[in-house]
Protein backbone atom coordinates (compact mmCIF):
# COMPACT_ATOMS: atom_id res chain seq x y z
CA UNK A 1 0.00 0.00 0.00
CA UNK A 2 1.00 3.63 -0.61
CA UNK A 3 1.15 6.46 1.94
CA UNK A 4 -2.64 7.99 0.14
CA UNK A 5 -3.85 4.49 1.30
CA UNK A 6 -2.81 3.91 4.46
CA UNK A 7 -3.64 7.61 5.79
CA UNK A 8 -7.11 6.46 5.40
CA UNK A 9 -6.31 3.83 7.87
CA UNK A 10 -4.32 5.75 10.56
CA UNK A 11 -5.90 8.87 12.40
CA UNK A 12 -8.98 9.95 14.18
CA UNK A 13 -8.88 9.22 18.01
CA UNK A 14 -6.50 6.41 17.82
CA UNK A 15 -7.60 3.63 20.86
CA UNK A 16 -4.81 2.20 22.91
CA UNK A 17 -5.52 -0.79 24.01
CA UNK A 18 -4.80 -2.26 27.69
CA UNK A 19 -3.19 -5.42 28.14
CA UNK A 20 -5.73 -7.89 29.89
CA UNK A 21 -3.82 -10.11 32.47
CA UNK A 22 -4.66 -12.92 34.64
CA UNK A 23 -4.04 -12.70 38.71
CA UNK A 24 -0.61 -14.02 38.21
CA UNK A 25 0.30 -11.06 35.32
CA UNK A 26 0.19 -13.69 32.66
CA UNK A 27 -2.02 -12.68 29.18
CA UNK A 28 -5.14 -13.36 29.33
CA UNK A 29 -5.74 -13.96 25.87
CA UNK A 30 -9.15 -15.39 26.38
CA UNK A 31 -10.32 -12.29 27.70
CA UNK A 32 -8.08 -10.36 24.96
CA UNK A 33 -10.81 -11.79 22.51
CA UNK A 34 -13.91 -10.69 24.22
CA UNK A 35 -12.91 -7.34 24.91
CA UNK A 36 -11.58 -6.73 21.48
CA UNK A 37 -14.91 -7.91 20.16
CA UNK A 38 -16.54 -5.24 22.88
CA UNK A 39 -14.34 -2.47 21.24
CA UNK A 40 -15.44 -3.22 17.79
CA UNK A 41 -18.99 -3.81 18.82
CA UNK A 42 -18.77 -0.20 20.29
CA UNK A 43 -17.36 1.51 17.15
CA UNK A 44 -13.48 1.01 17.62
CA UNK A 45 -10.84 -0.42 15.04
CA UNK A 46 -12.29 1.79 11.81
CA UNK A 47 -9.87 4.11 10.19
CA UNK A 48 -10.43 6.71 12.44
CA UNK A 49 -10.59 4.70 15.26
CA UNK A 50 -7.84 2.60 14.77
CA UNK A 51 -6.70 -0.42 17.52
CA UNK A 52 -3.49 0.27 18.84
CA UNK A 53 -1.57 -3.09 20.93
CA UNK A 54 1.32 -3.43 22.86
CA UNK A 55 1.78 0.21 23.19
CA UNK A 56 3.20 1.94 26.48
CA UNK A 57 -0.37 1.90 28.17
CA UNK A 58 -0.90 -1.41 26.94
CA UNK A 59 2.32 -2.27 29.00
CA UNK A 60 4.34 -3.16 26.02
CA UNK A 61 7.32 -2.23 27.05
CA UNK A 62 6.70 -5.23 29.69
CA UNK A 63 5.91 -7.82 27.15
CA UNK A 64 8.20 -9.92 25.78
CA UNK A 65 9.47 -10.65 22.35
CA UNK A 66 7.36 -13.92 22.89
CA UNK A 67 4.38 -12.21 24.61
CA UNK A 68 3.85 -9.68 21.84
CA UNK A 69 2.94 -11.24 18.89
CA UNK A 70 0.20 -13.70 20.53
CA UNK A 71 -1.46 -10.54 21.99
CA UNK A 72 -1.31 -9.11 18.46
CA UNK A 73 -2.28 -12.10 16.66
CA UNK A 74 -5.08 -13.04 19.15
CA UNK A 75 -6.45 -8.99 18.71
CA UNK A 76 -6.46 -9.73 14.73
CA UNK A 77 -8.52 -12.70 15.14
CA UNK A 78 -11.25 -11.63 17.16
CA UNK A 79 -11.97 -8.37 15.49
CA UNK A 80 -14.13 -8.58 11.97
CA UNK A 81 -11.73 -8.44 8.22
CA UNK A 82 -12.51 -4.80 7.95
CA UNK A 83 -10.60 -3.65 11.65
CA UNK A 84 -7.40 -1.99 11.44
CA UNK A 85 -5.29 -3.14 13.86
CA UNK A 86 -1.56 -1.11 14.62
CA UNK A 87 0.74 -2.87 16.42
CA UNK A 88 3.66 -0.78 18.99
CA UNK A 89 6.81 -1.66 18.71
CA UNK A 90 9.52 -1.64 21.21
CA UNK A 91 12.48 0.74 20.00
CA UNK A 92 15.33 -1.61 19.23
CA UNK A 93 18.66 -1.06 16.48
CA UNK A 94 17.04 -1.29 12.66
CA UNK A 95 17.55 -4.70 12.07
CA UNK A 96 16.11 -5.69 15.06
CA UNK A 97 12.99 -3.57 14.59
CA UNK A 98 12.71 -4.82 10.67
CA UNK A 99 12.25 -8.22 12.11
CA UNK A 100 9.99 -7.03 13.88
CA UNK A 101 8.08 -4.96 11.49
CA UNK A 102 7.91 -7.92 9.17
CA UNK A 103 6.61 -10.37 11.81
CA UNK A 104 3.60 -7.91 13.09
CA UNK A 105 2.75 -7.56 9.05
CA UNK A 106 2.79 -11.48 8.79
CA UNK A 107 0.46 -11.37 11.90
CA UNK A 108 -1.93 -8.82 9.95
CA UNK A 109 -1.16 -5.32 11.59
CA UNK A 110 -1.86 -2.53 8.63
CA UNK A 111 0.30 -0.38 10.87
CA UNK A 112 3.15 0.30 13.35
CA UNK A 113 3.90 2.66 16.34
CA UNK A 114 7.73 2.88 16.17
CA UNK A 115 9.58 5.14 19.10
CA UNK A 116 12.41 6.99 18.17
CA UNK A 117 15.69 4.76 18.54
CA UNK A 118 16.43 4.42 22.06
CA UNK A 119 19.33 5.10 23.61
CA UNK A 120 21.35 5.80 20.81
CA UNK A 121 21.72 9.01 20.80
CA UNK A 122 20.66 9.86 17.08
CA UNK A 123 20.92 12.93 15.16
CA UNK A 124 18.27 13.89 12.51
CA UNK A 125 19.91 12.01 9.87
CA UNK A 126 20.50 8.70 12.09
CA UNK A 127 16.26 9.22 12.33
CA UNK A 128 16.00 9.64 8.59
CA UNK A 129 17.88 6.68 8.06
CA UNK A 130 15.86 4.69 10.56
CA UNK A 131 12.65 5.14 9.47
CA UNK A 132 13.78 4.84 5.46
CA UNK A 133 15.26 1.31 6.08
CA UNK A 134 12.34 0.55 7.89
CA UNK A 135 9.70 1.68 5.35
CA UNK A 136 11.74 0.28 2.51
CA UNK A 137 11.31 -3.12 3.91
CA UNK A 138 7.59 -3.57 4.66
CA UNK A 139 4.21 -2.76 3.01
CA UNK A 140 2.11 -1.14 6.06
CA UNK A 141 2.38 2.15 7.51
CA UNK A 142 4.44 3.67 9.97
CA UNK A 143 2.86 5.84 13.05
CA UNK A 144 6.74 7.50 14.30
CA UNK A 145 6.39 7.87 18.23
CA UNK A 146 8.38 11.56 18.99
CA UNK A 147 9.41 9.75 22.14
CA UNK A 148 12.09 12.99 22.78
CA UNK A 149 11.60 12.50 26.89
CA UNK A 150 13.83 9.23 26.41
CA UNK A 151 16.97 11.11 24.70
CA UNK A 152 19.78 12.80 26.05
CA UNK A 153 19.54 15.82 24.26
CA UNK A 154 15.87 16.78 22.90
CA UNK A 155 17.02 19.99 21.76
CA UNK A 156 19.11 17.78 18.78
CA UNK A 157 17.19 14.22 19.16
CA UNK A 158 13.78 15.34 19.06
CA UNK A 159 11.84 15.10 15.51
CA UNK A 160 12.10 18.11 13.90
CA UNK A 161 9.72 19.65 10.97
CA UNK A 162 12.77 19.67 8.39
CA UNK A 163 13.49 15.63 8.93
CA UNK A 164 10.10 15.11 8.01
CA UNK A 165 10.09 16.92 5.41
CA UNK A 166 12.98 14.50 4.14
CA UNK A 167 11.22 11.56 5.16
CA UNK A 168 8.27 12.35 2.14
CA UNK A 169 10.13 9.91 0.01
CA UNK A 170 9.58 6.85 2.42
CA UNK A 171 6.66 6.10 1.14
CA UNK A 172 5.39 4.18 4.54
CA UNK A 173 6.36 6.87 6.69
CA UNK A 174 2.17 7.48 7.01
CA UNK A 175 2.03 9.49 10.42
CA UNK A 176 3.80 11.23 13.52
CA UNK A 177 2.59 11.33 16.84
CA UNK A 178 3.26 14.82 17.59
CA UNK A 179 4.52 16.95 20.84
CA UNK A 180 7.23 19.20 20.95
CA UNK A 181 9.76 19.29 23.79
CA UNK A 182 9.90 22.06 25.99
CA UNK A 183 13.24 24.33 26.64
CA UNK A 184 13.73 23.66 22.75
CA UNK A 185 13.55 25.95 19.81
CA UNK A 186 10.85 23.27 18.24
CA UNK A 187 7.85 24.77 18.63
CA UNK A 188 4.41 22.89 18.63
CA UNK A 189 3.18 24.99 15.36
CA UNK A 190 5.81 23.73 13.50
CA UNK A 191 3.77 20.72 12.47
CA UNK A 192 1.97 22.73 10.07
CA UNK A 193 4.85 22.37 7.94
CA UNK A 194 4.83 18.78 7.36
CA UNK A 195 0.40 18.48 8.25
CA UNK A 196 -0.13 18.31 4.14
CA UNK A 197 2.00 15.10 3.89
CA UNK A 198 2.15 13.46 7.02
CA UNK A 199 -1.34 12.64 9.42
CA UNK A 200 0.03 14.48 12.83
CA UNK A 201 -1.67 12.85 15.75
CA UNK A 202 -1.69 15.32 18.61
CA UNK A 203 0.15 13.45 21.65
CA UNK A 204 0.02 16.26 24.02
CA UNK A 205 -3.89 16.60 24.72
CA UNK A 206 -4.42 19.57 22.37
CA UNK A 207 -6.77 17.96 19.76
CA UNK A 208 -8.62 21.27 19.45
CA UNK A 209 -5.26 22.88 17.89
CA UNK A 210 -3.63 20.07 16.38
CA UNK A 211 -7.16 19.45 14.08
CA UNK A 212 -6.90 23.81 13.14
CA UNK A 213 -3.40 22.76 12.31
CA UNK A 214 -4.00 20.53 9.83
CA UNK A 215 -3.90 16.89 12.03
CA UNK A 216 -5.82 14.05 11.82
CA UNK A 217 -6.01 12.62 14.94
CA UNK A 218 -5.12 12.43 18.75
CA UNK A 219 -4.89 10.23 22.00
CA UNK A 220 -6.81 9.95 24.33
CA UNK A 221 -6.52 7.85 27.52
CA UNK A 222 -9.95 7.00 28.05
CA UNK A 223 -11.07 6.12 24.71
CA UNK A 224 -10.79 2.36 24.89
CA UNK A 225 -12.96 2.55 28.34
CA UNK A 226 -16.03 4.19 27.11
CA UNK A 227 -15.30 4.63 23.23
CA UNK A 228 -18.78 6.53 22.74
CA UNK A 229 -16.90 10.07 24.26
CA UNK A 230 -13.50 10.13 22.05
CA UNK A 231 -15.85 9.37 18.60
CA UNK A 232 -18.56 12.14 19.26
CA UNK A 233 -15.22 14.80 19.81
CA UNK A 234 -13.90 13.03 16.82
CA UNK A 235 -17.05 13.98 15.11
CA UNK A 236 -16.71 18.09 16.45
CA UNK A 237 -13.45 18.18 15.27
CA UNK A 238 -14.14 17.09 11.75
CA UNK A 239 -16.91 19.17 11.53
CA UNK A 240 -15.25 22.17 13.08
CA UNK A 241 -16.95 22.59 15.93
CA UNK A 242 -14.46 23.84 17.62
CA UNK A 243 -15.36 25.22 20.53
CA UNK A 244 -18.03 21.98 21.74
CA UNK A 245 -15.06 19.71 21.07
CA UNK A 246 -13.07 21.97 23.36
CA UNK A 247 -15.53 22.00 26.17
CA UNK A 248 -16.12 18.02 26.04
CA UNK A 249 -12.63 17.11 26.67
CA UNK A 250 -12.44 20.41 28.92
CA UNK A 251 -15.80 18.85 31.20
CA UNK A 252 -14.04 15.31 31.28
CA UNK A 253 -10.71 16.01 31.75
CA UNK A 254 -11.86 18.70 34.94
CA UNK A 255 -14.18 15.35 36.45
CA UNK A 256 -11.49 12.36 35.54
CA UNK A 257 -8.55 14.34 36.52
CA UNK A 258 -8.63 14.43 40.23
CA UNK A 259 -8.84 10.68 40.64
CA UNK A 260 -6.15 10.36 37.69
CA UNK A 261 -3.69 12.52 40.09
CA UNK A 262 -4.45 10.80 43.01
CA UNK A 263 -4.39 7.33 41.75
CA UNK A 264 -1.44 8.12 39.77
CA UNK A 265 0.67 9.54 42.76
CA UNK A 266 0.27 5.92 45.07
CA UNK A 267 2.10 4.11 42.03
CA UNK A 268 3.30 4.85 38.59
CA UNK A 269 2.87 3.00 35.16
CA UNK A 270 -0.94 2.89 33.76
CA UNK A 271 -3.06 1.54 36.56
CA UNK A 272 -5.63 4.37 36.03
CA UNK A 273 -6.95 2.85 32.34
CA UNK A 274 -7.31 -0.15 34.13
CA UNK A 275 -9.17 1.25 36.97
CA UNK A 276 -11.33 3.13 34.82
CA UNK A 277 -12.22 -0.12 32.88
CA UNK A 278 -12.82 -2.07 35.78
CA UNK A 279 -15.34 0.84 36.96
CA UNK A 280 -17.03 0.62 33.89
CA UNK A 281 -17.87 -2.87 34.51
CA UNK A 282 -14.71 -4.21 31.65
CA UNK A 283 -12.04 -5.40 33.73
CA UNK A 284 -9.00 -5.98 31.81
CA UNK A 285 -6.72 -8.06 35.25
CA UNK A 286 -3.86 -6.24 37.21
CA UNK A 287 -1.04 -4.21 35.63
CA UNK A 288 2.43 -5.88 36.16
CA UNK A 289 4.79 -4.83 38.48
CA UNK A 290 5.97 -2.81 40.18
CA UNK A 291 2.90 -1.11 38.96
CA UNK A 292 0.20 -1.49 41.59
CA UNK A 293 -3.30 -2.53 40.74
CA UNK A 294 -6.21 -0.30 41.90
CA UNK A 295 -7.78 -0.84 45.14
CA UNK A 296 -11.49 -1.53 45.46
CA UNK A 297 -12.15 1.49 47.12
CA UNK A 298 -9.89 3.54 44.47
CA UNK A 299 -12.34 1.80 41.88
CA UNK A 300 -15.33 2.47 43.94
CA UNK A 301 -14.58 6.24 43.63
CA UNK A 302 -13.89 5.56 39.96
CA UNK A 303 -17.39 4.38 39.51
CA UNK A 304 -18.72 7.67 40.97
CA UNK A 305 -16.39 9.92 38.52
CA UNK A 306 -18.13 7.99 35.80
CA UNK A 307 -21.60 7.99 36.69
CA UNK A 308 -21.05 11.87 37.29
CA UNK A 309 -19.60 11.74 33.98
CA UNK A 310 -22.84 9.98 32.28
CA UNK A 311 -20.80 7.27 31.30
CA UNK A 312 -22.84 4.34 30.84
CA UNK A 313 -21.62 1.22 32.61
CA UNK A 314 -20.64 -2.49 30.67
Not at 21 to 38: C, H, S, V
Not at 124 to 150: C, K, P
Not at 195 to 217: E, L, M, W, Y
Not at 305 to 312: F, M, N, R, T
Request: aromatic content about 8%.
Amino acid sequence: MNREELQTMIGGCIATLPTPMDDDFNLDLARTTEITQWWVEQGLGTGTSPLKTSAAMGEGPDLSDDEWPHLLRTVVRAANADTKVICALKPKNTLHTIDDAKRAQDLGAIGLQIDLPFMHHSNQDDLVRFYTDISDAIEIGIMIYNTHWFTSDASVEAMRAETMLRLKDAEHVVALKWSAPEGTDIDYDDMTKFADTFNVIDNSAQPVRCHKNGGRGYISPWVAAYPKHDLEVWDLLEAGKYDEAQAEKDRVGSIIGLWGAKTGAKSGGYRQMKGIMAAMGNPVGPPRPPTLPCSEDEIAEAQDVVAELGWSVG
